[in-house]
């Protein structure tokens, strides 16, 4: 057992914990001969196109509807191209640094070595260890499953700026952004020698990672960027909610791989993440509404989609770790608390985060993570042992998420000067005002 593995609720129950601390030769010595399951192989592929699919179509359309009819495209290539970058930066050293070999010193606790690089000893007979003592996956499959998640968190920060920032500007951004924020968070939280691993934080497929990581950077980039031209006093009313209730629809049939596979085999684990994120999500979208009905508002088409992600974002480190109603109250109380968020926190601040990356994402993400150490108690139907402590576990989820709203913040601060040093980050009036479609990459969305 080489390599590191995401943290999960039945961590405790299997020993993973105890068993990935051993040194190499004690994990050689006491684990059983290692079993490739076709079933588990097949599950992990389907999750990791699953996953694909959340960000191509997926979050394309759901952003891209939100969007202003001149800046659909726009949106649309800069999600592709930077979840092509991520890939790319992925297999290039991305992977070895939150995964690959640890260092000698204390380092190993925030990043891996590069001994990876390049996917440098990796073949189809390589094996990734799963949360089963014994059973492993492909390493390939490992690999491409996580890649994915890569891919569409650095797309999730885009939420944030668009209609004003440059093409150039978002590749620029993303590549120092993955290297200095993405890859040290994840190897904190899913490698084995990870400080937040070691210390039994629960993120079963991204809460912190993914979501308060996209969510506090999208916030971040925003301000940094500035308003959009008009801002808040014209109006900007997405042109195409149908195309963002389809890219909705995508999104949550995608979370299925990005959650329950993240179990990384077709279990009970996965079953458990499943049914979470088709209960907590119902929960997100029904709740959303009825709070916009109490604010004296209409329940919204755009109310509903914005509770669906609400749920989804929640539930993501609960999804193996929650029992099913634990996961309908988080869903529910994620939704209200995002609502708030997106209608008068953000009104009352003026920040210009165009889709609400922050108020759904970091806030959204930042309940989840801490939700989490609740719903893991057996006394709220969670997977936790009988003598589970919610207040120690509490303080881990909160200092995991104290310490990724920093790194984020810091590290999105630098990426984005870096960014505007190189390229000037943001496009000009003229383009803004004729929209980004036309003014960066010579098309129209629609041509009637």
């Known amino acids: ?68 009819s001149k800046n659909m495209l726009s949106v649309m290539t800069q999600i592709g191209a930077a979840a092509c970058l991520a890939m790319l930066i992925w297999v290039i050293y991305g992977y070895s640094m939150a995964f690959g070999p640890d260092y000698t010193s204390g380092l190993s606790n925030f990043v891996s070595t590069f ?130 209730g389809v890219g909705t629809g995508l ?44 604010n004296g508002h209409k329940g919204s088409a755009l109310g509903f989609c914005s509770g669906i992600i609400a749920g989804l974002v929640a539930v993501t480190p609960a999804a193996g770790n929650s029992g099913p109603f634990g996961a309908i109250i988080l869903g529910a109380v994620a939704s209200i608390i995002c609502f708030y968020a997106v209608t008068v926190v953000k009104p009352k601040l003026g920040y210009d985060d165009s889709l609400d990356a922050f108020g759904i994402h970091g806030v959204g993400g930042m309940i989840g993570a801490i939700g989490t150490a609740i719903v893991y108690s057996p006394a709220f139907g969670g997977p936790g042992a009988e003598d589970y402590a919610i207040g120690a576990k509490l303080l881990v989820q909160i200092e995991a998420v104290v310490v990724t709203i920093i790194w984020a913040g810091i590290g999105t601060a630098i990426a984005i000067f870096i960014a505007k040093a190189v390229t000037g980050l943001r496009v000009s009036q003229e383009v803004e005002l004729e929209g980004l479609d036309l003014g960066e990459h010579g098309e129209r969305a629609y041509n009637y």
Not at 269 to 294: D, Y
């Open 1 to 68: 057992m080489t390599f590191s593995k995401k943290l999960c609720g039945i961590a405790g129950a299997t020993g993973l914990s105890l068993f990935a601390a051993l040194p190499a030769w004690a994990q050689d010595a006491a684990a059983p001969a290692a079993t490739v399951d076709k079933g588990d192989v097949a599950w992990m592929m389907t999750s990791t196109v699953l996953v694909l699919a959340m960000i191509l179509p997926g979050l394309a359309l759901f952003y891209g509807g939100l969007v202003r």
């Open 115 to 244: 001994d990876k690089a390049f996917l440098k000893g990796v073949t189809p007979a390589s094996q990734a260890a799963t949360f089963t003592a014994g059973v492993e996956i492909p390493e390939y499959v490992f690999i491409c499953f996580q890649m994915t998640f890569a891919a569409i968190t650095v797309a999730l920060v885009l939420g944030s700026v668009v209609e004003r920032i440059k093409f150039s500007a978002v590749m620029v951004f993303a590549a120092v952004w993955l290297t200095i924020v993405y890859f040290p968070i994840a190897h904190m939280v899913w490698a084995a020698s990870g400080y937040f691993f070691k210390a039994g934080a629960l993120d079963f497929a991204g809460g912190t990672v993914v979501h308060i990581n996209a969510g506090v950077s999208a916030l971040v980039a925003c301000i940094i960027l500035g308003k959009r031209i008009g801002f808040p006093k014209e109006p900007m009313a997405p042109h195409s909610l149908t195309l963002t």
């Open 251 to 294: 999104l949550w049939v995608g979370w299925f791989g990005f959650n329950a596979g993240s179990a990384l085999e077709a279990n009970g684990s996965a079953a458990l993440a499943m049914i979470n994120t088709f209960v907590a999500t119902a929960s997100g979208g029904l709740f959303w509404m009825l709070a916009e009905k109490l």
